[in-house]
């Protein structure tokens, strides 16, 4: 049985892009990484192997987010002045954060089973993986990631 130090050390990035995936403010997404590990750590005695510790710890953490987004009201996060120094710096830093607040806001537009099967393919999981996670069939998280990103790709050339 894997302990929570393994766990969190190993899949930590991955909880906290998957959190970013769910939640636009830092606040509010640091409280979700917090319950995601908090419900990680509750339930590693029930862990019982019948799938793989990655898919497990995706699970738990697609539950955790599927909750919060379902109670949660969505916040934009900003940009303070106190962050850069220069003008340059802040407006590279603008662009940035607006580009990835644009692409973020078109997965956030997908439903929310949709949005984690385009977040868990982001994050390196197979189509298999995927649907254990989901449980969907491997051949309906196909069609739907499929069919997600040609969506994006046609909202993300709109100008």
């Not at 892009?17 to 403010?25: F, H, I, N, P, S």
């Not at 949660?72 to 607040?101: C, Y």
Request: aromatic share 6%.
């Amino acid at each position: 049985m894997p302990t929570y130090d393994h766990i969190a050390s190993t899949y930590g990035p991955a909880i906290e892009r998957l959190a970013r995936g769910y939640e636009l403010d830092p606040e509010r997404r640091r409280e979700l990484v917090q319950d995601v590990h908090v419900a990680l750590w509750r339930s590693l005695g029930s862990f019982d192997g019948r799938c793989s510790e990655r898919t497990w710890v995706y699970r738990v953490a697609h539950n955790v987010g599927c909750s919060h987004v379902r109670t949660a009201k969505r916040a934009v996060a900003e940009v303070t002045l106190e962050e850069h120094g220069t003008t340059a710096s802040f407006e590279a830093e603008l662009a940035r954060r607006q580009g990835v607040q644009r692409a973020l806001a078109l997965v956030h537009a997908l439903r929310p089973l949709d949005r984690q099967i385009v977040l868990s393919w982001l994050d390196g999981l197979e189509v298999a993986e995927i649907a254990d996670v989901t449980g969907l069939s491997a051949a309906n998280v196909s069609t739907r990631l499929y069919r997600a990103k040609a969506l994006l790709r046609r909202r993300g050339g709109e100008g």
